[in-house]
């Protein structure tokens, strides 16, 4: 099973900052097969990037994803107040699937 | 848009079976693959498992000896049965489309596991 591991746990930003998050994990996810996800209190993920660094359709040009093999990263050029949330990794490159345990990004 | 909603008991007791349905809305369970993937409270989501509208599955190893997903293409369904259940069970339970990542979820829906 590959174990995604995000850091930081929180990020305390201010609006209009630009905000990394990291997802490493324990072995190579080939093909980029890894997405981020946004979510918010009580309501369900929202798909952000797949494939390491496609944004899914309606997301907005300050989401940006990179990386590969094991070591991934969520840009988020300039905090918008609703982008405060927290934020998901998961890999679907082999079975089981496996989400990350959050990175928290907070009003500083 | 295809709209996915779950249904099912909100209270579940101790070593019963937990049973979920997803109704697809806006669109057919045909021709995709159906997941789902739950989340304790306060914790990561965790996936369950997917079927593929042929009825082939994928389960989640941690949970293989107690999960059954079934698809019905009929009543454009597909349901999970959870088996022997303890709080650990507790969590949001989501139906999703996509047997990797999902752009489609269900809002979610809230078992808890107690007597």
């Known amino acids: 099973e590959i174990v995604l591991t995000q850091s930081p746990g929180t990020l305390s930003l201010s609006p209009g900052e630009r905000a990394t998050l990291s997802c490493r994990a324990s072995?190579?996810?080939?093909?980029?097969?890894l997405a981020w996800y946004q979510q918010k209190p009580g309501q369900a993920p929202r798909l952000l990037i797949y494939?390491?660094?496609s944004r899914a359709t309606g997301i907005p040009d300050r989401f940006s994803g990179s990386g590969s093999g094991t070591d991934f990263t969520l840009t988020i050029s300039r905090l918008e107040p609703e982008d405060f949330a927290v934020y998901y990794c998961?890999?679907?490159?082999?079975?089981?699937?496996?989400f990350g345990q959050g990175t928290k990004v907070e009003i500083k | 848009q295809v709209q996915l909603q779950e249904s099912g008991p909100g209270l579940v007791k101790p070593s019963e079976t937990l049973s979920l349905t997803c109704t697809v809305s806006?669109?057919?369970?045909?021709?995709?693959?159906w997941s789902w993937i739950r989340q304790p409270p306060g914790k990561g989501p965790e996936w369950i498992g997917y079927?593929?509208?042929?009825?082939?599955?994928n389960y989640n190893p941690s949970l293989k000896s107690r999960v059954t997903i079934s698809v019905d293409t009929s009543k454009n369904q597909f349901s999970l049965k959870l088996s022997s259940v303890t709080a650990a069970d507790t969590a949001v339970y989501y139906c999703?489309?996509?047997?990797?990542?999902?752009?489609?979820w269900g809002q979610g829906t809230l078992v808890t596991v107690s007597s």
């Open positions: 999703a489309r996509g047997d990797g990542y999902s752009y489609v």
């Open positions: 806006g669109g057919s369970v045909s021709g995709f693959y």
């Open positions: 079927i593929h509208y042929s009825g082939n599955t």
């Open positions: 072995q190579s996810v080939s093909s980029s097969y």
């Open positions: 494939g390491a660094s």
């Open positions: 998961q890999q679907y490159d082999s079975s089981p699937r496996t």
